[in-house]
């Protein structure tokens, strides 16, 4: 069975971090691309991170040098650490994968399967 399963979101204060996990069972996240999306109320999902079959990397250029997205081959996991955090990125993260790179990776449309999403707060 095709699953993702996201944790680690909370509420934080503006300037703080927090490490979203992705648990992806199904594929083998060395052969398959994750995305990390993230939509808050009102707004549309979007595309924050990308990490390709071969770990390469490609984030929104307003969580550049704040967010790390990583895997645990082992592990079969993908994780977003986020740093210096700030109010407008609060939204429901969510994992994505997508079995075939598209250079279009910021778009929902690309992606296979989806997490249930977790939260995260930031307060200032």
């Known amino acids: 069975q095709d699953q993702l399963v996201e944790s680690g979101g909370g509420s934080v204060q503006d300037g703080g971090s927090l490490r979203l996990s992705c648990v992806v069972s199904?594929?083998?996240?060395?052969?398959?691309?994750i995305g990390w999306f993230r939509q808050a109320p009102g707004r549309e999902r979007e595309g924050v991170a990308l990490?390709?079959?071969?770990?390469?990397?490609t984030y929104r250029g307003s969580v550049q040098g704040r967010f790390t997205i990583s895997r645990d081959s082992a592990k079969n996991t993908v994780f977003l650490q986020m740093d210096s955090l700030k109010p407008e990125d609060t939204a429901m993260y969510y994992c994505?994968?997508?079995?075939?790179?598209?250079?279009?990776?910021?778009?929902?449309?690309?992606?296979?399967?989806w997490g249930q999403g977790t939260q995260v707060t930031v307060s200032s």
């Open positions: 990490i390709d079959s071969v770990g390469r990397t």
């Open positions: 994505a994968a997508a079995i075939f790179y598209s250079r279009e990776w910021r778009l929902e449309q690309e992606y296979n399967y």
């Open positions: 199904g594929y083998t996240i060395s052969s398959i691309c």
